[in-house]
Nanobody, 127 residues
Framework: QVQVVQSGGGLVQAGGSLRLSCTAS????????MGWFRQAPGKEREGILY????????YYADSVKGRFTISRDNAKNTLYLQMNSLKPEDTAIYYC????????????????????WGQGTQVTVSS
């Protein structure tokens, strides 16, 4: 049974930093691309960062480039999201997710290519 468990998040002032973690079990973690998503109130879910199964390829949405970093530790089955220079518009529920298939030879292009999702973590940035 696959489980994806997130930790971190919370309330921070604008300009501050937070780190989210996401640990997956029940699958061979180092075979799967992972992604971070977020959904703000009244908005659609946005895919913001992806990292390939080996860590060699990444995708960054324009909205987070230069401020957020995705990384993974395959030995710990854990995905990380380091968020710096946070802005009020970063306020959202953040989710991590696993790719649907192992060893994909490209980064996912649509959200439907991810299947196992974390429980979500609230990040609130005050101005």
């Amino acid at each position: 049974q696959v489980q994806v468990v997130q930790s971190g998040g919370g309330l921070v002032q604008a300009g501050g930093s937070l780190r989210l973690s996401c640990t997956a079990s029940g699958l061979t973690f180092n075979r799967y691309t992972m992604g971070w998503f977020r959904q703000a109130p009244g908005k659609e879910r946005e895919g913001i960062l992806y990292i390939s199964w080996g860590g060699g390829s990444t995708y960054y949405a324009d909205s987070v480039k230069g401020r957020f970093t995705i990384s993974r530790d395959n030995a710990k089955n854990t995905l990380y999201l380091q968020m710096n220079s946070l802005k009020p518009e970063d306020t959202a529920i953040y989710y991590c997710a696993t790719d649907r298939i192992p060893w994909r030879n490209r980064l996912p292009m649509v959200h439907e290519e991810f299947n196992y999702w974390g429980q979500g973590t609230q990040v609130t940035v005050s101005s």
